[in-house]
């Protein structure tokens, strides 16, 4: 269990710590500039996360989605893989669910939530697996295969929900039956109305799954081993093209539930829209923020949509401007995001930096043999 | 040395993706035009960079209220995802709101929406701030618009574009078929190809509304043209519209009516192009009289629809304390009610059209003919 | 002995890297015309120590003499104007083109605004016939061997007016005659007047070529000895700072049945369509090893391949144990008894950054024993590692490390323990010895030998021939994916294994199984 403990070791805290301060200080000397106060800005910030159990709830309904689609991406990469198409895997799992959620009747609860869940998830696991498979299979590079499958997912889903789902008159699917709502009544009462539903905690769970997954089973060792050096793992025995495929399937699942929770928790019907939601994009910075670790996926999405709900308090009571509130966001997260950054900043000063010391011999003598 | 030189890679990846990120985050506010606002005008405005803190510190003294007095009331507004920026309603709205504040002394507030999630928080911001109206800007706040009302009886709150069945919301749609209906007598009158385009948005009712009101105007007055509707599938892309509109001028259309917001401004580029090359061709605009942007060479005439009128007039009612919520007050303004229609100046179409014009208008307020909206 | 002024003179070169000291307060001096071997294991310091020279490096302390006066040498340009060349282990050559060409390249002569290339050729033949270089300026560097390349980045650093060279690893690349004919060549250097360090860790070149020689351990100056006073195991014992045994015990048993069958095996590129392998066929039996010579790039990466499944052959078979495993999988085949040390550890053998337990598991970690269900027991895996690391003496800071922080040797150790534990029949070693010190070389070897000695079949293939000499029961020659023949390890000979490596059949063998 050392993973577990290594996250709490100082270092590993202290680099994020460090990249949040900077950025606010950043953020502060932006706002300075524009003659904005920054400190009733940031208190605004905290107060609109943290100011009344409304908006506490509200958080957790913007944390949610990023954790999906940090999870989605941070298990990509530590496959080796960049899952840019975290997008178009949550567009397509909302879909799913939509259509599963609105076209079936009759279903007790019990079954329909679940089933419409699976599917979902499944649909997503399967969008993701496509690029996968072209990776795998044809060497498409995933990186642009995810990006066409974007747009894809974005108008094949406006494509079915018009044509299956549409509400007579309205730009945006039926509402989905009773039975497959995974919001939760009483906990919406007990925070003044706030959208809750299952998906943080099953987020949760999911969070736990990954670390089983890739640390504590025979498959995520494989996974892990083809990220890192595919060369060994082909020697070693390991099926590299299916490792690829299993890799962009559960990166996929994963951002199909974040697709899930946000019809069945939190709209209860699905938009036909010109742009996706861009949470896939979101995961990214939640994944590089976290450092691709589930507990530190979760951080880096609590910290993303904090500072996304509580930057509209910021525009709202310290009157900041939405261009410098986003701006000051841009800041904390390109700081959290550039650790490089940091940890040059850091290391001067410590001394006895052992990993660094054989590479510095191998650096001398491979400069002077050529 | 190839061990730091691959964690400087690392490095680097890291920073230009960081960077990216911190960009896209930037440039979404520009990119996103709302998908519920189907079209959108750009008249130049002084006020385009208006920011709150300009208008919170508007002193109500030097505001001229004759008759409405609105100090210490509070009206906040809620954009969708096309900010409020967005050359188009939203602004239109907020420039509203901004009249009301100087003429009554009300204080007003914005809040932009950044993903549709946030439409509901948004509106419970002021709901629960304690303000005397909160409007949502755009039919996507239809559900949260229901929800947070019920949830809020004693809040009152306004809608645009959409109809919320609860006693304390007002709704307030257009009868975008109707003014459509006379900007298509005027293109089945101009028509020298009997042919004409139109460009939309995406398919979606509202814009549907556009197209069929067109259609039955110029069938209304030539039978024997026919339209030919063209949806680039966008509401932010101006080089699909431009696309768009190639292909229907290509095939011998002469005239083009677009209800496709951003996109749109497409179409006026290539029209524009093609009157370089002496092609003569029109564009109908839409929302505002899109003449002021794009010049009398191009711009047959508009489709106006007057969100700004609509906000400052439900505005200025709540303040005298006339706000009437509920599913039997819903406004929707047509052409008898002044909500849309063409702009006043037409230098481009001739008397003889105009007095056509004025006929169907008539006959359509009295109710003679009934527009189709779909 | 300080009869003249020495040409080099290094005095108190210190150089610290942070948290380590390359080089600890070194001095040395080249005489004019000798030939100074620079005897040291990987990461003694001989490499940083030459940059220095070279301008590479700056020392933290020390002094540089050249013909008597101190320099700053703060840049090659500045080595080059001093007289200083180096002959680097990696060519650096425009393989397109002519060998006059890169000679010139950046100094060329000019006749107004164009080259004068006639000028360029004949004083290239002029250096080249002088030090019986023996090259045609007007070739194409693609077009000629290795051996000849290097003799263009002599001649280069020659037409730059060089009378000192430094030779860094300047055998590791050639065959066995082409290392014959640079000993000539540097002889025929020395004797027209030019000094020489030549970094090398191979003992008999030393004692062949060398006038004196100073072994560096560890960034400092153990000795500086005449080489004709000394000898192989008073070198070896000072550069490895302990008494260091050549004689392995391989002892002539009787080998086994035979376990691997190659037959008939034939392998197109993946690019040209050509045969890479064609009609390969060998035997090895229990308790044998198979040695396999021949210049790298003759087919030795395919072979591995075909036989451990990681790419699909033309025709042919391969049979381990009577079982044919020509059509099954990377991973059967490894059930089967197929075993690999391959010859890039980092890329192919390792998972560097996969801690070291998780390392030691990589060709077993499916086996029951270190977890049931799809689930990982760690407790066993870690178990297991410390086993092997204790067993095969793999120095590590622990088994949760990173198998990256440790050493080339270590990590080949690694690989060794984890592939000699999981009881191969078979086990494909490719330059198992690639980079490492002395005494890494020693223990790889006695591995080998052991692991023969309990009946495994084992193909060796290398570059060193004195590693397969001293190995192999027999060794084969590959060349052009083709076997010119195959000896046994009595009869063997440089002269056949030359001929043999540079594609001539040995006469009286078909080039087929023994």
């Known amino acids: 269990m050392t993973k577990w403990s290594q996250i709490f070791i100082k270092s590993n805290l202290l680099v994020p710590l460090v990249a949040i301060v900077l950025g606010l200080l950043c953020g502060a000397l932006v706002m300075w500039l524009g003659g904005y106060n920054s400190w009733s800005a940031y208190s605004a910030l905290f107060h609109k996360v943290f100011g009344s159990s409304y908006d506490i709830g509200e958080t957790i309904r913007t944390i949610t989605p990023l ?29 799913a669910a ?216 910021m525009n709202f009571t310290a009157n900041v401007p939405t261009e410098i509130v986003r701006i000051v966001i841009g800041c904390i997260i390109f700081f959290v995001a550039s650790h490089g950054l940091i940890q040059m900043f850091l290391k001067p000063r410590k001394p006895g930096r052992k990993p660094k010391k054989k590479g510095a011999v191998d650096g001398g003598s491979d400069l002077g043999l050529g | 040395m190839k061990r730091t030189g691959m964690r400087s890679a690392s490095l680097v990846l890291t920073l230009v993706v960081s960077l990216v990120l911190v960009l896209s985050a930037c440039g979404k506010s520009n990119n996103n035009e709302g998908a519920a606002s189907p079209s959108a005008s750009s008249s130049p405005s ?25 100090k210490g009331k509070k009206i906040g507004m809620v954009t969708d995802l096309g900010g409020v920026n967005d050359k188009s309603f939203n602004q239109q709205a907020w420039e509203a709101l901004e009249k009301i504040s100087k003429d009554t002394g009300a204080d007003v507030k914005y809040l932009e929406s950044k993903k549709d999630a946030d439409y509901e928080p948004n509106l419970n911001n002021f709901v629960k701030g304690g303000y005397d109206l909160t409007w949502g800007i755009g039919f996507l706040f239809a559900d949260a618009a229901k929800k947070v009302a ?225 | ?4 002024v020495p040409v080099v003179e290094l005095r108190g070169i210190t150089k610290r890297f942070p948290g380590i000291v390359a080089n600890d307060n070194i001095s040395l001096q080249l005489r004019k015309g000798e030939i100074h071997a620079l005897l040291g294991e990987n990461g003694a310091g001989k490499s940083t120590l030459m940059s220095i020279l070279f301008g590479l490096y700056q020392p933290d302390e020390g002094e540089i003499y050249v013909n008597g006066s101190r320099e700053i040498i703060d840049g090659p340009g500045k080595a080059i104007k001093l007289g200083i060349g180096m002959v680097h282990q990696h060519f650096k050559l425009v393989q397109n083109f002519t060998v006059a060409e890169n000679i010139v390249l950046g100094i060329e002569p000019r006749r107004g605004f164009s080259i004068n290339y006639r000028q360029a050729h004949r004083k290239v033949s002029e250096l080249s016939e002088q030090y019986g270089l023996k090259v045609d300026p007007k070739v194409q560097i693609q077009d000629i061997t290795v051996g000849m390349q290097q003799r263009v980045e002599i001649l280069k650093t020659l037409y730059r007016g060089a009378e000192i060279l430094i030779f860094d690893e300047p055998t590791a690349v050639l065959t066995v005659q ?133 790419r699909p052959i033309e025709s042919g078979s391969v049979v381990l144990g009577g079982v044919d495993l020509t059509r099954k999988s990377v991973r059967d085949r490894m059930s089967a008894g197929v075993a690999q040390i391959p010859e890039d550890r980092q890329k192919q053998g390792l998972v560097l950054d996969f801690k070291v337990s998780e390392n030691m598991v990589l060709t077993t970690y499916k086996d029951s024993r270190f977890g049931r269900g799809g689930f990982i027991d760690e407790k066993a895996i870690n178990e297991h590692a410390s086993k092997l690391v204790g067993e095969f003496d793999v120095r590590t800071a622990g088994i949760h490390v990173p198998m990256r922080s440790l050493s080339g040797g270590n990590q080949q150790k690694a690989i060794i323990a984890r592939e000699l534990t999981r009881d191969p029949q078979l086990l494909i070693a490719v330059q198992p010895t690639r980079g490492l010190d002395i005494g890494a070389i020693e223990f790889v070897h006695e591995r080998l030998l052991q692991a023969k000695n309990e009946g495994k079949a084992i193909l060796l293939i290398s570059y060193e021939l004195d590693e397969l000499y001293k190995m192999s029961d027999r060794i084969a020659v590959i060349f052009d994916g ?24 040995l006469k009286g063998e078909g080039g087929g199984a023994a």
């Open chain 2, 150 to 374: 019920d949830q809020n009886p004693n809040a009152k709150l306004a809608v645009i574009d959409t109809t919320v069945d609860a006693p304390n919301v007002e709704s307030v749609t257009f009868k975008e078929h109707e003014g459509s209906f006379l900007v298509g007598v005027v293109a089945g009158l101009t028509t020298k190809t009997n042919k004409i385009g139109f460009v939309g948005g995406m398919e979606l009712p509202v814009i549907k509304k556009f197209e069929a009101g067109f259609k039955a105007g110029v069938a209304a007055v030539n039978p024997d043209a026919v339209v030919t509707p063209n949806y680039v599938g966008d509401f932010s892309k101006p080089d699909l519209g431009k696309l768009a509109a190639a292909t229907l001028y290509d095939a011998g259309n002469d005239i083009i009516f677009h209800a496709a917001g951003g996109s749109g401004n497409g179409v006026f580029t290539e029209a524009k192009d093609r009157f370089k090359a002496g092609n003569k061709v029109w564009v109908i605009g839409v929302d505002k009289d899109q003449s002021i942007e794009f010049g009398n060479d191009i711009t047959l005439t508009s489709m106006m629809k007057k969100v700004d009128q609509a906000v400052y007039t439900v505005s200025q009612d709540l303040l005298s304390g006339k706000f009437q919520g509920g599913l039997a007050n819903a406004k929707e303004l047509g052409l008898a009610e002044g909500g849309v229609g063409l702009p006043d100046n037409n230098p481009n179409v001739s008397k003889e059209i105009l007095d056509k014009v004025e006929e169907f208008k008539n006959k359509i307020v009295s109710g003679e003919i009934k527009v189709p909206t779909e």
């Open chain 1, 67 to 95: 954790l999906f689609t940090g999870l989605s991406v941070g298990f990509a990469f530590r496959a080796g893989l960049f899952n840019i198409g975290a997008e178009g895997q949550f567009m397509i799992g909302m879909t």
């Open chain 3, 178 to 310: 082409e290392i014959h004919e640079l000993m000539q060549i540097l002889r025929n250097l020395a004797a027209e007047g030019k000094s020489i360090i030549l970094i090398t860790h191979k003992l008999k070149e030393i004692m062949e070529v060398s006038d004196r020689v100073t072994v560096i351990r560890r960034g400092r100056v153990i000795d500086t000895l005449t080489t004709s006073e000394t000898n192989e195991s008073e070198l070896a014992e000072k550069m490895v700072g302990r008494r260091v045994s050549f004689q392995l015990d391989k002892e002539k048993r009787e080998p086994g049945p035979t376990l691997l069958q190659v037959n008939h095996l034939t392998l197109r590129g993946s690019d040209k369509g050509r045969n890479v392998l064609t009609d390969v066929s060998f035997e090895i039996r229990a308790g044998e090893i198979y040695g396999l010579a021949g210049v790298d790039g003759n087919g030795q990466h395919e072979l591995v391949d075909a036989i451990t499944g990681l």
């Open chain 2, 46 to 70: 002084e006020s385009a960079s208006a920011s709150p803190s300009e208008s919170a510190s508007a002193s109500p003294s030097e505001s001229a209220a004759p008759t409405v007095d609105g």
């Open chain 1, 98 to 313: 939509t259509i599963v959620g609105v076209k079936l009747h009759g279903l007790p609860a019990i079954v329909h939530a679940p089933l419409a869940l699976v599917v979902g998830a499944l649909a997503g696991g399967l969008w993701g697996a496509i690029a996968g498979f072209l990776k795998s299979n044809r060497g498409v590079n995933e990186v642009i295969s995810c990006i066409m499958l974007n747009w894809i997912a974005l108008y094949l889903s406006n494509y079915l929900i018009s044509s299956l789902v549409l509400e007579k008159g309205q730009q945006r699917s039926e509402m989905i039956q009773e039975s497959a709502s995974l919001s939760i009544g009483w906990l919406s009462k007990a925070l003044d109305n706030a959208r809750m539903d299952w998906g943080i905690f099953i987020g949760m769970i999911c969070v736990a799954l990954f670390y089983i997954l890739l640390w504590r089973t025979k498959q995520g060792y494989e996974l892990r081993a083809v990220g890192h050096n595919a060369d060994a793992a082909r020697v070693s025995g390991i099926n590299v093209k299916g490792s690829m495929l299993k890799s962009m399937m559960i990166s996929g699942i994963f951002a199909g539930l974040g697709g899930v929770f946000e019809v069945l928790g939190v709209f209860h019907y699905q938009v036909v829209t010109a742009a996706s939601p861009g949470y896939g994009f979101d995961g990214i910075a939640v994944a590089l923020l976290g450092g691709n670790h589930p507990i530190g996926i979760l951080l880096g999405s609590v910290l993303f949509g904090a500072l996304t709900y509580g930057s509209a308090g």
């Open chain 3, 482 to 505: 083709q076997i010119m023949g195959e000896l046994d390890s009595e009869e063997v000979d440089d002269e056949k294994l030359g001929l043999m490596m540079s594609g001539n059949r």
């Open chain 3, 1 to 4: 002995m300080e009869q003249a």
